[in-house]
C-alpha cells in the first residue's frame, strides 16, 4: 500500500489568490501612471518645439517602438 496523505490548502490558496491580485492590480496602476507621464512628455515636447503633424506622428511612432522593446525584454 501506498502512503498518501491527503492536505487541505484552500485558506492558503485564497490568500495566495488574493496577494497576487492585489499585486497585478497594483502594477497596472503603476504602469497606467508611468504611460500617462510619458504621453504627457510627448505632448510638452511637441507643444514647446512646435512640430509638425509629420514629426508628431514620428515621435509617436518612436515611442510605441519604445514600449515594444519594453515589452519583449519583460518577455525574457
Known amino acids: 500500500m501506498r502512503n498518501i496523505e491527503t492536505r487541505k490548502f484552500s485558506a492558503e490558496v485564497e490568500q495566495l489568490s488574493t496577494i497576487i491580485t492585489s499585486a497585478r492590480a497594483k502594477e497596472r496602476a503603476e504602469r497606467g ?31 510605441a517602438e519604445r514600449y515594444q522593446n519594453e515589452a519583449q525584454e519583460a518577455m525574457h
Do not use: H
Open 33 to 63: 501612471l508611468l504611460v500617462a507621464r510619458r504621453l504627457t512628455g510627448l505632448a510638452m515636447q511637441i507643444q514647446q518645439k512646435g512640430l509638425s503633424g509629420v514629426e508628431a506622428a514620428e515621435l509617436i511612432r518612436q515611442e
